[in-house]
């Protein structure tokens, strides 16, 4: 179908894609095949349909996170991220893990459709973690942070 050369970091791999539909594809990389599920920019991902075969999967061991990014649980699962309210880069930062921030305060400043979009902190609380950092592209409804709130206290 088609052939593409990928440059990562000071290596090339060879790549085909030898069949493509809406939402996977099966793509060769150096005489290995995958098939990859394809989701659309903004457009929630579907499970894969389970099939009796598949393509071998190659898994890679996680890095530690950057510094001001926390690895406590995945994005998904954070009671109090906020998303994405649309696709963009993230251009700065106003927030790091362990931060105290108050309601409607800054949280990260994001370019949408050549626009910069402030995105606030929907509570107070404090930053329990960061999952993007500079120059990172999200899609709608990607984690960006995560804010706890305050412990609740009895009098």
Same mark, same amino acid.
């Given at each position: =179908?088609?052939?593409?050369?990928?440059?990562?970091?000071?290596?090339?791999?060879?790549?085909?894609?030898?069949? =493509?539909?809406?939402?996977?594809?099966?793509?060769?990389?150096?005489?290995?095949?995958?098939?990859?599920?394809?989701?659309?920019?903004?457009?929630?991902?579907?499970?894969?349909?389970?099939?009796?075969?598949?393509?071998?999967?190659?898994?890679?061991?996680?890095?530690?996170?950057?510094?001001?990014?926390?690895?406590?649980?995945?994005?998904?699962?954070?009671?109090?991220?906020?998303?994405?309210?649309?696709? !963009?880069?993230?251009?700065?930062?106003?927030?790091?893990?362990?931060?105290?921030?108050?309601? !409607?305060?800054?949280?990260?400043? =994001?370019?949408? =459709?050549?626009?910069?979009?402030?995105?606030?902190?929907?509570?107070?609380?404090?930053?329990?973690?960061?999952?993007?950092?500079? !120059?990172?592209?999200?899609?709608?409804?990607?984690?960006?942070?995560?804010?706890?709130?305050?412990?609740?206290?009895?009098?």
């Amino acid at each position: =179908m088609s052939d593409y050369v990928l440059r990562i970091g000071d290596r090339e791999y060879r790549a085909r894609v030898t069949e =493509m539909t809406a939402d996977r594809a099966v793509i060769v990389v150096d005489d290995a095949s995958y098939e990859v599920g394809l989701v659309e920019i903004g457009r929630p991902a579907r499970p894969a349909p389970a099939r009796a075969q598949r393509a071998p999967v190659r898994t890679a061991v996680a890095a530690a996170p950057p510094p001001g990014r926390s690895a406590a649980r995945p994005a998904d699962e954070a009671p109090g991220a906020v998303r994405a309210p649309l696709p !963009g880069l993230v251009l700065r930062l106003a927030v790091k893990a362990g931060d105290t921030v108050q309601a !409607g305060q800054p949280l990260l400043v =994001m370019e949408a =459709m050549k626009m910069e979009n402030v995105v606030p902190a929907p509570h107070r609380g404090t930053i329990r973690a960061v999952f993007v950092a500079e !120059g990172d592209t999200v899609g709608e409804g990607d984690p960006l942070v995560e804010v706890a709130r305050p412990e609740m206290t009895t009098l």
